[in-house]
């Protein structure tokens, strides 16, 4: 499977059948659009700008997977949406994705109510864990995974480097971790910091804008 990470939180799953991508909001740049791979679906975590933006739901023109708050939000009747709640599992159709929604806590900070979720994708025998904008820790899941996506944007909306260096302690997680949702209009530095202080337990790997990684 190969990952493909763009600005903030976005990023793009391809198998060797389908490609799906995740949270394409406000922060997507037109040089990373015209990098992106034909997709058959995307998800969206919740409804927050920087990872929901209906003109690129509009502009991508596939099967929307996401929240029932953020399909509420949606006005063009045209967008397929398919609505899932946490601890849900859904087979993207026409793909070999599968992608259980998992629980994921805003925090104190975020706009309330707010229905916020990751996603645990998996295809071709391996899985991502997408945390999505965790603020307060999850519990470990019950399934295992190959790759761990975590947010390490210190704005009070999810964790900062530090708590994200914790909860992947906490998880006794020591394989491949990226870290996201640094840069936009967050500080850049932060992925740094993160991998300063997690590289002594867990395979840190930065990626830049449009760069991929086999796994």
């Given at each position: 499977?190969?990952?493909?990470?763009?600005?903030?939180?976005?990023?793009?799953?391809?198998?060797?059948?389908?490609?799906?991508?995740?949270?394409?909001?406000?922060?997507?740049?037109?040089?990373?659009?015209?990098?992106?791979?034909?997709?058959?679906?995307?998800?969206?975590?919740?409804?927050?700008?920087?990872?929901?933006?209906?003109?690129?739901?509009?502009?991508?023109?596939?099967?929307?997977?996401?929240?029932?708050?953020?399909?509420?939000?949606?006005?063009?009747?045209?967008?397929?949406?398919?609505?899932?709640?946490e601890?849900?599992?859904?087979?993207?159709?026409?793909?070999?994705?599968?992608?259980?929604?998992?629980?994921?806590?805003?925090?104190?900070?975020?706009?309330?109510p707010?229905?916020?979720?990751?996603?645990?994708?998996?295809?071709?025998?391996?899985?991502?864990?997408?945390?999505?904008?965790?603020?307060?820790?999850?519990?470990?899941?019950?399934?295992?995974?190959?790759?761990?996506?975590?947010?390490?944007?210190?704005?009070?909306?999810?964790?900062?480097?530090?708590?994200?260096?914790?909860?992947?302690?906490?998880?006794?997680?020591?394989?491949?971790?990226?870290?996201?949702?640094?840069?936009?209009?967050?500080?850049?530095?932060?992925?740094?910091?993160?991998?300063?202080?997690?590289?002594?337990f867990?395979?840190?790997?930065?990626?830049?804008?449009s760069?991929?990684?086999?796994?």
């Open positions: 499977m190969r990952l493909t990470k763009f600005e903030h939180a976005s990023f793009v799953l391809s198998s060797e059948e389908a490609a799906i991508a995740v949270d394409m909001g406000a922060y997507v740049s037109e040089s990373s659009w015209a990098q992106l791979p034909s997709i058959q679906a995307t998800l969206v975590s919740h409804i927050h700008g920087d990872h929901f933006s209906e003109p690129n739901l509009q502009r991508m023109n596939v099967p929307v997977y996401t929240v029932a708050q953020v399909a509420q939000a949606v006005t063009d009747q045209n967008i397929q949406l398919e609505t899932h709640a601890g849900e599992e859904v087979t993207i159709t026409g793909t070999p994705f599968t992608v259980t929604f998992t629980p994921s806590d805003h925090g104190p900070y975020a706009t309330q707010l229905e916020n979720v990751g996603f645990l994708i998996e295809a071709e025998g391996k899985t991502l864990y997408f945390l999505g904008d965790m603020y307060n820790g999850a519990a470990p899941l019950d399934k295992p995974f190959d790759v761990l996506l975590i947010p390490v944007g210190n704005n009070n909306y999810t964790f900062g480097p530090q708590e994200a260096a914790d909860y992947v302690l906490s998880l006794g997680w020591n394989g491949l971790t990226i870290p996201v949702h640094y840069d936009g209009q967050l500080d850049p530095a932060t992925a740094q910091q993160f991998k300063d202080l997690a590289s002594s867990c395979k840190v790997q930065i990626l830049a804008t760069e991929s990684l086999d796994f």
